[in-house]
C-alpha cells in the first residue's frame, strides 16, 4: 500500500471527527436526520478548515441506506455515515458516480456550467441524492455564474450543490440568496494542539512540549497547514522532535535570541537589539518569521497589560505566562500600541521594498527613541489651564493700568500759563501793591480757571470713518479679553443714524457679550464721534459679510479639499502635532 499523507489519512471520516466547525455539523446533522435537505449550500472560509471535508461527509450521509442505531427504545435514525456501504466506500475513495467534485478554477467556463445544466437533469446511478460539489467557486466567470442561476435555484429533486470558496466577498449576491450560507472559521491553537496530539500519539511521534505550540502558531488557525508541518518535521527531524529542530527545520529565530531581542526593544538598548539581530541573520533565521514572532509577542504582552486575566486570548506557550504578566507591569498599552504599529509597518515595507535586515534595523532605531506619549486628554487640560493664566493676567495688568493712570488731561480743567489773559494795572501811589493787584497775579502752581471758551467739538462722520475709528481708536482702548475674544475679526456696519451694529466672534458670545461689554463700546464710540452712539451686539453670522470676507468666501470656494489638505499639512504649528500623534488629515472644514 503506498504511503498515504497525514491531511489525507487523518481527513474526518465521521462528523464527530471535524474540529472546530461545530456550529456547521450541528445544522447539517439536524437537517440530515429529519430529511429537511437544502437543494444548495454555501461553505466559506479560510484554508485547511474542512470545507470539502464536511461536503463529502455530508454526501455520504444523505446517501447511507444504513444510518439506524440500535438503542434501548428500538432502532434510531443518526445522521453519521456507517463508512461501511459501498455507497460511502465509493463516496469516499471518488469513484462514486453520483457525487462530482469540481474544481471551478479549471472548470470556469460557460460551457461546462452548460454541461452540467444538462446532466443534472439525469438521475442518480446508484444513489438517491446526486451531489455536486463546486469548489473555488468564486473563479467561475461572470457568464458561468449566470448560466448557474436558474439551475440553482430550481433544481430537480435528486441535485443538491454544495459551493466552496475562500472568498465569500467574490460570490454574487444572487448566487448567494439561492443557497443555504454555512461560514468555516479558524481553529483555536488548542483545538489544533489536541489534534496534534491525537495524531502523534498514533504514529508513536514524541515530541517536547512547545513544539505543537509552536506549529499552531505557525499554521495560523488551519488544521491542514498543521498537520502538513507536522509531517514535514518528522521527515526532517525523526520521530523524536525538539524545539530546536523545529526552529531549524521551519527557519524560526533561536528561542535565546528572540528573547534577548524582545528585552532589547523593552528597554531601548539599540546596541544590543543591533548585535542581537545581525546574530539572528548570521545564523540564516527568517526574518520575517523573526518579525511575526515579534508582533505575536508584544500582542500577548498588550492583552495582558489590559488585562492580566485574559490568559485564553494569549498565543504563546502557557508556560510563559509569568514572565508575560510580569513584562506587562513594565510596559504601558499605549507604548506596546506604538511598537505593534511599527513593527506592522515594517513587515509591510519588507514586502514591498524587500531588505529585510535592514527594515528591521531601521525598527530597532524607531523602538528605541520611541518615548511614552502624552494622553490628549492631558494636552487640552494643559492648553485650557494655559489659556485661563493668559486671561487672568490680561485681567489683572488691565485693572492695574486703569487704577494707575491718571484721569484724562482736558482744556476745561487746566489752563496753560499762556492762555490765561492778563491786563496789567498802574502801580499804586503809595509804592506798595495792593490787595487786588495780588490777586492778579497766579501763583505758579495754582490751577487758573479757564478764562477762554473752550472750541464747540466736531461730529465725525461714521459713514466714511467707521473702519478706521474701529481699528485705530476703539480696539486698542478695549480689555484684552474683550479685543482678542469676542471681538476678534469683529465687523462693525452702521445700521441707521447713530447706530451701530457689530458681529462678534461666536467664541464665548454667550458668556462675553453682556451689558458690560456693550456699554464700554457705547462710551468709547461716544467720546471718539461727539455724539451718543447706540451699540448693538450680534454673532459673526448676523451680519452681511463685507466685500472683504466674500472674496474670502470665494477664493475658499476655488480651494479643493485635497488643496485645503496639504495646507493644513504644511501648516509650521499643526505639524509637529501630527508627528507626535502619527495621524494624517483626513477632512478640512
Same mark, same amino acid.
Given at each position: 500500500?503506498?504511503?498515504?499523507?497525514?491531511?489525507?489519512?487523518?481527513?474526518?471520516?465521521?462528523?464527530?471527527?471535524?474540529?472546530?466547525?461545530?456550529?456547521?455539523?450541528?445544522? &447539517?446533522?439536524?437537517?440530515?436526520?429529519? +430529511?429537511?435537505?437544502?437543494?444548495?449550500?454555501?461553505?466559506?472560509?479560510?484554508?485547511?478548515?474542512?470545507?470539502?471535508?464536511?461536503?463529502?461527509?455530508?454526501?455520504?450521509?444523505?446517501?447511507?441506506?444504513?444510518?439506524?442505531?440500535?438503542?434501548?427504545?428500538?432502532?434510531?435514525?443518526?445522521?453519521?455515515?456507517?463508512?461501511?456501504?459501498?455507497?460511502?466506500? %465509493?463516496?469516499?475513495?471518488?469513484?462514486?458516480?453520483?457525487?462530482?467534485?469540481?474544481?471551478?478554477?479549471?472548470?470556469?467556463?460557460?460551457?461546462?456550467?452548460?454541461?452540467?445544466?444538462?446532466?443534472?437533469?439525469?438521475?442518480?446511478?446508484?444513489?438517491?441524492?446526486?451531489?455536486?460539489?463546486?469548489?473555488?467557486?468564486?473563479? &467561475?466567470?461572470? %457568464?458561468?455564474?449566470?448560466?448557474?442561476?436558474?439551475?440553482?435555484?430550481?433544481?430537480?429533486?435528486?441535485?443538491?450543490?454544495?459551493?466552496?470558496?475562500?472568498?465569500?466577498?467574490?460570490?454574487?449576491?444572487?448566487?448567494?440568496?439561492?443557497?443555504?450560507?454555512?461560514?468555516?472559521?479558524?481553529?483555536?491553537?488548542?483545538?489544533?494542539?489536541?489534534?496534534?496530539?491525537?495524531?502523534?500519539?498514533?504514529?508513536?511521534?514524541?515530541?517536547?512540549?512547545?513544539?505543537?505550540?509552536?506549529?499552531?502558531?505557525?499554521?495560523?488557525?488551519?488544521?491542514?497547514?498543521?498537520?502538513?508541518?507536522?509531517?514535514?518535521?518528522?521527515?526532517?527531524?525523526?520521530?523524536?522532535?525538539?524545539?530546536?529542530?523545529?526552529?531549524?527545520? !521551519?527557519?524560526?529565530?533561536?528561542?535565546?535570541?528572540?528573547?534577548?531581542?524582545?528585552?532589547?526593544?523593552?528597554?531601548?538598548?539599540?546596541?544590543?537589539?543591533?548585535?542581537?539581530?545581525?546574530? !539572528?541573520?548570521?545564523?540564516?533565521?527568517?526574518?520575517?518569521?523573526?518579525?511575526?514572532?515579534?508582533?505575536?509577542?508584544?500582542?500577548?504582552?498588550?492583552?495582558?497589560?489590559?488585562?492580566?486575566?485574559?490568559?485564553?486570548?494569549?498565543? *504563546?506557550?502557557?508556560?510563559?505566562?509569568?514572565?508575560?504578566?510580569?513584562?506587562?507591569?513594565?510596559?504601558?498599552?499605549?507604548?506596546?500600541?506604538?511598537?505593534?504599529?511599527?513593527?506592522?509597518?515594517?513587515?509591510?515595507?519588507?514586502?514591498?521594498?524587500?531588505?529585510?535586515?535592514?527594515?528591521?534595523?531601521?525598527?530597532?532605531?524607531?523602538?528605541?527613541?520611541?518615548? +511614552?506619549?502624552?494622553?490628549?486628554? +492631558?494636552?487640552?487640560?494643559?492648553?485650557?489651564?494655559?489659556?485661563?493664566?493668559?486671561?487672568?493676567?490680561?485681567?489683572?495688568?488691565?485693572?492695574?493700568?486703569?487704577?494707575?493712570?491718571?484721569?484724562?488731561?482736558?482744556?476745561?480743567?487746566?489752563?496753560?500759563?499762556?492762555?490765561?489773559?492778563?491786563?496789567?494795572?498802574?502801580?499804586?501811589?503809595?509804592?506798595?501793591?495792593?490787595?487786588?493787584?495780588?490777586?492778579?497775579?497766579?501763583?505758579?502752581?495754582?490751577?487758573?480757571?479757564?478764562?477762554?471758551?473752550?472750541?464747540?467739538?466736531?461730529?465725525?462722520? !461714521?459713514?466714511?470713518?467707521?473702519?478706521?475709528?474701529?481699528?485705530?481708536?476703539?480696539?486698542?482702548?478695549?480689555?484684552?479679553?474683550?479685543?482678542?475674544?469676542?471681538?476678534?475679526?469683529?465687523?462693525?456696519?452702521?445700521?441707521?443714524?447713530?447706530?451701530?451694529?457689530?458681529?462678534?466672534?461666536?467664541?464665548?458670545?454667550?458668556?462675553?457679550?453682556?451689558?458690560?461689554?456693550?456699554?464700554?463700546?457705547?462710551?468709547?464710540?461716544?467720546?471718539?464721534?461727539?455724539?451718543?452712539? %447706540?451699540?448693538?451686539?450680534?454673532?459673526?453670522?448676523?451680519?452681511?459679510?463685507?466685500?472683504?470676507?466674500?472674496?474670502? *468666501?470665494?477664493?475658499?470656494?476655488?480651494?479643493?479639499?485635497?488643496?485645503?489638505?496639504?495646507?493644513?499639512?504644511?501648516?509650521?504649528? !499643526?505639524?509637529?502635532?501630527?508627528?507626535?500623534?502619527?495621524?494624517?488629515?483626513?477632512?478640512?472644514?
Amino acid at each position: 500500500m503506498s504511503y498515504e499523507v497525514f491531511a489525507q489519512k487523518w481527513r474526518p471520516q465521521y462528523f464527530r471527527d471535524v474540529v472546530g466547525q461545530a456550529h456547521v455539523t450541528t445544522t &447539517l446533522q439536524n437537517q440530515i436526520r429529519s +430529511e429537511r435537505l437544502g437543494h444548495a449550500y454555501l461553505f466559506w472560509g479560510p484554508r485547511g478548515t474542512g470545507k470539502t471535508t464536511v461536503a463529502r461527509l455530508f454526501a455520504k450521509a444523505v446517501n447511507c441506506p444504513n444510518r439506524t442505531q440500535d438503542t434501548d427504545l428500538g432502532p434510531v435514525t443518526v445522521a453519521e455515515p456507517c463508512n461501511a456501504c459501498v455507497f460511502c466506500k %465509493d463516496i469516499s475513495d471518488g469513484t462514486s458516480f453520483d457525487v462530482i467534485e469540481m474544481d471551478a478554477a479549471s472548470n470556469r467556463g460557460i460551457d461546462t456550467i452548460r454541461d452540467l445544466r444538462e446532466n443534472v437533469k439525469l438521475s442518480p446511478a446508484a444513489c438517491k441524492y446526486k451531489v455536486y460539489i463546486i469548489d473555488e467557486v468564486h473563479m &467561475l466567470t461572470t %457568464d458561468g455564474f449566470n448560466a448557474l442561476l436558474k439551475t440553482l435555484e430550481e433544481p430537480p429533486p435528486h441535485v443538491i450543490f454544495i459551493m466552496a470558496t475562500t472568498e465569500h466577498g467574490k460570490i454574487p449576491k444572487t448566487i448567494t440568496s439561492r443557497c443555504q450560507d454555512f461560514d468555516f472559521r479558524h481553529l483555536t491553537p488548542e483545538q489544533i494542539t489536541a489534534r496534534l496530539q491525537l495524531i502523534s500519539d498514533d504514529e508513536d511521534i514524541s515530541a517536547e512540549g512547545e513544539v505543537f505550540s509552536l506549529i499552531a502558531r505557525q499554521s495560523e488557525g488551519c488544521l491542514r497547514d498543521a498537520e502538513n508541518l507536522l509531517e514535514r518535521l518528522v521527515a526532517s527531524a525523526g520521530k523524536n522532535l525538539t524545539v530546536s529542530a523545529v526552529e531549524e527545520t !521551519l527557519g524560526l529565530s533561536s528561542s535565546f535570541l528572540l528573547h534577548e531581542l524582545t528585552e532589547a526593544i523593552g528597554e531601548r538598548n539599540l546596541t544590543n537589539g543591533l548585535v542581537t539581530l545581525n546574530k !539572528l541573520s548570521k545564523q540564516g533565521t527568517n526574518l520575517v518569521q523573526c518579525l511575526h514572532q515579534l508582533i505575536a509577542y508584544f500582542r500577548d504582552i498588550r492583552l495582558l497589560t489590559i488585562d492580566n486575566t485574559l490568559d485564553d486570548l494569549i498565543q *504563546s506557550p502557557k508556560s510563559e505566562l509569568p514572565a508575560l504578566k510580569q513584562k506587562a507591569q513594565q510596559i504601558s498599552v499605549d507604548r506596546l500600541s506604538r511598537i505593534i504599529k511599527i513593527l506592522m509597518h515594517t513587515n509591510s515595507d519588507i514586502k514591498q521594498y524587500g531588505y529585510p535586515q535592514l527594515q528591521l534595523e531601521n525598527a530597532l532605531i524607531q523602538l528605541n527613541s520611541l518615548k +511614552e506619549g502624552i494622553q490628549l486628554e +492631558e494636552i487640552v487640560n494643559k492648553l485650557v489651564a494655559l489659556e485661563q493664566k493668559i486671561d487672568s493676567a490680561a485681567v489683572a495688568s488691565e485693572s492695574v493700568a486703569q487704577a494707575t493712570l491718571p484721569e484724562p488731561y482736558t482744556r476745561e480743567t487746566v489752563v496753560p500759563p499762556s492762555e490765561i489773559a492778563y491786563t496789567p494795572r498802574e502801580p499804586s501811589t503809595s509804592g506798595t501793591v495792593s490787595h487786588s493787584d495780588q490777586q492778579a497775579v497766579p501763583e505758579p502752581n495754582e490751577a487758573v480757571p479757564n478764562t477762554v471758551a473752550s472750541e464747540p467739538q466736531s461730529v465725525r462722520d !461714521l459713514t466714511t470713518e467707521l473702519e478706521s475709528i474701529w481699528e485705530k481708536e476703539v480696539r486698542p482702548q478695549l480689555p484684552a479679553k474683550l479685543n482678542y475674544v469676542l471681538f476678534k475679526d469683529a465687523v462693525p456696519v452702521l445700521n441707521g443714524h447713530n447706530q451701530i451694529k457689530i458681529a462678534c466672534s461666536p467664541t464665548m458670545f454667550d458668556e462675553l457679550a453682556n451689558d458690560e461689554a456693550k456699554q464700554i463700546i457705547n462710551t468709547a464710540f461716544t467720546k471718539i464721534v461727539g455724539e451718543t452712539i %447706540d451699540v448693538k451686539l450680534v454673532k459673526q453670522e448676523g451680519i452681511a459679510q463685507t466685500k472683504e470676507s466674500s472674496e474670502t *468666501s470665494e477664493k475658499e470656494m476655488r480651494t479643493t479639499p485635497m488643496m485645503r489638505r496639504r495646507q493644513a499639512a504644511e501648516d509650521e504649528q !499643526l505639524r509637529p502635532v501630527l508627528a507626535l500623534f502619527d495621524a494624517t488629515i483626513v477632512e478640512t472644514q
